[in-house]
């Protein structure tokens, strides 16, 4: 069955979130885009080492990033593309990222998102979340 067109708009709706809850450094907006009650949360991200498994870890995670950077300077996502297979889909974007940290250092990174989404009470909520770096050229 192929996705409407209003669950396309609904789901990129969800990404521009994350964009500007990364872009004003607001952790509440990032918090808000997850189901907070999905048992098997994750969050895969470039800088990690590990998984962060469960709601508690990707709370404390935007909880932590949002008093780590001092200022962002650009967020952007592009090359968007959603799918969806009735109460599930995926979306995939690339994204560039440049903001200040403590003591003034300047980061940027670049990288490729994969969220996995589900239906729940008529919304769509993130409930997987992966980043990696891009390859080599």
Not at 32 to 44: G, K, P, T
Not at 62 to 71: D, G, K, N
Not at 79 to 85: A, C, M, Q
Request: aromatic share 12%.
């Amino acid at each position: 069955m192929a996705a409407s067109e209003q669950d396309r708009q609904q789901i990129a709706a969800v990404l521009e979130q994350y964009r500007c809850g990364f872009a004003v450094l607001n952790a509440e907006q990032l918090k808000a885009i997850w189901d907070q009650d999905y048992e098997n949360i994750l969050y895969i991200a470039q800088e990690a080492a590990l998984p962060m498994r469960g709601w508690a870890k990707v709370r404390q995670y935007y909880e932590s990033v949002a008093e780590f950077l001092r200022q962002v300077r650009t967020m952007t996502v592009s090359d968007l593309s959603i799918d969806v297979f009735g109460d599930v889909a995926y979306a995939f974007c690339t994204f560039h990222f440049e903001g200040e940290v403590e003591g003034n250092s300047l980061r940027i990174a670049d990288g490729r998102n994969t969220f996995i989404l589900h239906r729940k009470d008529e919304m769509w909520k993130v409930i997987h979340y992966h980043e990696s770096a891009p390859g080599p050229v």
